[in-house]
DNA sequence: CAAAATCTTCACACGTTCTTAACACCAGAA
DNA sequence: TTCTGGTGTTAAGAACGTGTGAAGATTTTG
């Protein structure tokens, strides 16, 4: 969140314009109207982001994008008057993300930013997973493990433990489980519920007979503890 | 390295344009006019970038964006006549990773097309090779071997036995892998599946009545073991 | 075109999973 | 104590999913 930009520009009413858009759309900006500062800046302040435009008072913006893509990896969008195909061609593959020709309309500019942050951004694999004492879970391979040893569930099994950890802390009533279990059309027979708690107790719990993950609150439902 | 790429788009002035270019260019094209077969290509031949036209003659294209999305993070440059800021923003928000607007100069579509397969290149880092106790598969060169003894697999089991070696440790469920090898419009028929993996265990497997590699979720689908 | 390889479909045996029912257990109340 | 309502446990059979051989359809190959 709170995403930095640096700003390379060198037209007052373009930054003053960008300025205003970026920063009620809560980017953090810092901008400057020279290449050399660019780079500085780019060294010292570690932005997410940049845009920059190619014509700059004192040093071309290409030298600055391939002075910066030399160094880093930063998500780089050139913003620039010069619409020719060979410029465009060249900064592409001197190693801008995307390239915006002047005028643009903001909302593009701005959709363009996200696009170039969601791609930079530390894509870390979002390990699908919950851990709890000796439980552990990873939803997406579909494993369950009790102090490190691989056991099997049953698909409502899984299912069954996996509303309740995903509601850890609440109590759950058992006609909603079972509606969220077996479908809403399915009449509320709470029987096959406890069979299936006793079950799962049996496969997670050290001694079912004092549960430590599922507990039952009577006349109510069940209960995932709270991590 | 002659890349793939995916060309949904439904003007045959453009395709004819695009083959030449990107042909000269080396790299390998697949092209439909049909939103829906766009997306049945693209879950059978894995391409490394999806050029998409927003007006096609069955469905919106936004719709085949969403939908191809929404299972991977291929690279996916929108080329359209639309040039409407709300449109480009649309499009680029759902995950498109450029937006281009027709009439376009073709050398920097060629441009915005290296940009994209040099981003997502670094991430599918794939394997040329994979190997698991005594099973050993060469992907490049379409060959398989246990205890060091070639054997010989039919295109669909090879493309099996590959799905579930990429997601090793996964479980894959039936619908999941009957839509990644036969296609996104095939029906939900798993008597076939059922077969291939047992013909898959009967060339793989030491014992294919206790399987070693492929285990069965049973109820939800299969799984390689993890390594 | 014929032969071979591959794929699909069907039937059925077998194993797993789910449901159901019966009963034990544990409060708290009469 | 006995009764009562809710819960835990066990076991049997029903329902469902899976493995497998073989036959027929389709595609590929020579």
């Not at 520009?9 to 759309?25: A, Q, R, V």
């Not at 700059?56 to 994008?65: A, F, R, S, Y």
């Not at 593959?93 to 390239?99: K, L, S």
Request: net charge negative; aromatic share 8%; hydrophobic share 40%.
């Amino acid at each position: 969140m709170n995403e930095k930009i640096l700003l390379i520009e060198d037209d007052k009413n373009i930054i003053k314009f960008l300025s205003l858009s970026l920063e009620t759309n809560h980017y953090k900006l810092i901008n400057t109207t020279h290449g050399i500062e660019g780079i500085s800046l780019f060294m010292t302040d570690n932005p997410d982001l940049i845009l920059l435009d190619l014509g700059l008072p004192d040093i071309d913006g290409m030298e600055v994008l391939k002075q910066i893509r030399a160094q880093s990896e930063v998500a780089i969008i050139v913003v620039s008057a010069r619409g020719q195909e060979k410029e465009k061609v060249d900064a592409l593959d001197a190693g801008a993300d995307d390239y915006i020709t002047k005028p643009f309309h903001i909302n593009e500019l701005l959709a363009r930013v996200r696009v170039a942050l969601r791609k930079k951004s530390p894509s870390v694999v979002k390990e699908k997973t919950f851990t709890c004492d000796a439980l552990f879970i990873d939803f997406e391979k579909y494993k369950v493990c009790v102090n490190e040893k691989e056991i099997h569930l049953t698909p409502i099994e899984f299912k069954l433990l996996t509303l309740l950890v995903e509601n850890a802390g609440k109590v759950l009533t058992h006609s909603f489980i079972i509606k969220k279990v077996w479908g809403y059309n399915s009449c509320e027979d709470s029987q096959s519920l406890r069979v299936f708690m006793a079950n799962l107790r049996r496969k997670i719990e050290e001694d079912s007979s004092r549960p430590h993950y599922i507990l039952t609150e009577v006349g109510v439902g069940y209960r995932f503890i709270e991590r």
